[in-house]
């Protein structure tokens, strides 16, 4: 009679573990397998939300890309793989991460060496990246990567995990109830992080607040931030990588909106750091023979008026696909370009100083053209950098 009853037991787990297995599979709530997508049902992935290092580290060796697009979630959510001004590359993968740094690109790129036949890198990056207060972030896995992945790295995690299951039923609810959004594409793009923003004034003033504020501690943008030769040196570390496996590098700086990039960097007092930053990367790519361009500064696109909608930004920090399609269009079809002509400048070791002068000269101009936006900024970025708290009327129905 025990034996039976063991075997019914046996049976009845072994069955529960299939239907489990077969249900996450189906319903993939991390992108991976694609067995079916269904409007409705399971197109949105919302295992991928607050997941994005654990699913990347997965999702690239199955998609095997021979061109990474990598950076932060600027790149992340602003630059498509598909557009046609990358076409000259082939299977291209966006391996950005949310709040990503040059330590994590390091070992990001260590994994895709690993797990794929890496043939191009275009990297974006960004100065917080160089954090020396924050190697990392706190849901860096690095047991998930440098090294080939395996079939067992997906059974468990993917099928038959607590958090699969949970993940799961996040996508069939969120696919029904929102049938239009798709932010999770198996190239490793995020069309709609500001899925149904409304306010677009709102999430630019909250944006600043998470880069200036003392008082925020999920990651350390502009109100903590040093550098030093460490941080440099993974860089470093990252092209003597590429070099050695003969890896295509193409690097370049993103344009947040100058009330971010620009005046809110100015503000907590980072202005001769950030330019310093900019000397040492053009001096380091110099010395690989690697092409730096430079998106950031007070330009056409940067100096987008903040209204709702806007063109060229969802938030200070996030650029739209359109500017993503300007800069590769610059860097690498500079012939069909169509954005503003003020928009990007390749730095050398030769003109990196006139360069730096003049976007000091831009800054100037545009503060005298538009004293009084510069003097609200002000206004606000002093309150913030003082720990005020989060102005709730300006957030409130953001989307």
């Not at 990347?56 to 095997?64: A, H, N, Q, V």
């Not at 391996?95 to 994994?111: C, F, G, K, P, S």
């Not at 800054?363 to 053209?369: D, G, S």
Request: proline residues 4%.
């Amino acid at each position: 009679m025990a034996k039976k009853y063991l075997i019914t037991f046996i049976v009845s787990t072994l069955g529960f573990l299939l239907l489990a297995m077969l249900g996450t599979a189906l319903v993939d709530p991390y992108g991976l397998y694609g067995l079916i997508k269904i409007t409705g049902f399971n197109q949105q992935k919302e295992g991928v939300r607050g997941k994005i290092r654990f699913v990347k580290s997965l999702e690239l060796p199955l998609r095997k890309p021979n061109t990474l697009l990598m950076g932060s979630s600027r790149v992340h959510d602003g630059i498509n793989p598909n557009i046609s001004e990358l076409k000259q590359f082939e299977n291209i993968y966006n391996y950005a991460v949310d709040m990503n740094r040059i330590y994590e690109t390091r070992l990001l790129v260590q994994h895709a060496v690993e797990n794929s036949k890496i043939k191009h890198l275009i990297l974006g990056l960004d100065f917080f990246m160089f954090n020396s207060l924050q190697r990392k972030n706190g849901d860096f896995d690095e047991a998930l990567i440098g090294h080939p992945v395996l079939i067992s790295n997906y059974l468990v995690p993917t099928f038959l995990s607590r958090n699969a299951v949970i993940d799961s039923y996040k996508t069939l609810r969120q696919s029904v109830q929102q049938p239009n959004r798709n932010e999770f594409l198996g190239n490793g793009f995020r069309p709609q992080a500001f899925y149904g923003l409304k306010n677009y004034p709102g999430v630019h003033y909250y944006t600043n607040y998470i880069f200036l504020s003392p008082q925020q501690s999920d990651t350390l943008y502009y109100s903590k931030m040093q550098t030093d030769d460490q941080a440099y040196n993974e860089l470093i570390m990252l092209l003597e990588l590429c070099k050695s496996k003969g890896i295509d590098v193409h690097l370049f700086i993103n344009p947040a909106h100058a009330s971010l990039d620009g005046e809110g960097i100015r503000a907590v007092g980072k202005w001769t750091m950030f330019e310093n930053w900019k000397r040492r990367l053009t001096s380091i790519s110099a010395s690989y023979a690697v092409d730096l361009w430079d998106f950031s500064g007070y330009n056409s696109i940067t100096t987008e008026r903040v209204s709702t909608p806007m063109n060229y930004y969802w938030d200070s920090s996030h650029y739209t696909e359109l500017v993503g399609g300007y800069m590769m269009s610059r860097m690498f079809e500079p012939h069909n370009y169509k954005g503003p002509r003020d928009f990007g400048f390749q730095l050398t070791s030769k003109n990196i100083e006139g360069h730096l002068k003049s976007i000091r000269d831009d800054r100037e101009r545009y503060a005298q053209a538009n004293r009084s936006y510069i003097d609200s900024l002000n206004y606000d970025y002093k309150a913030i950098i003082d720990g005020a708290p989060l102005d709730q009327i300006r957030v409130k129905d953001m989307y």
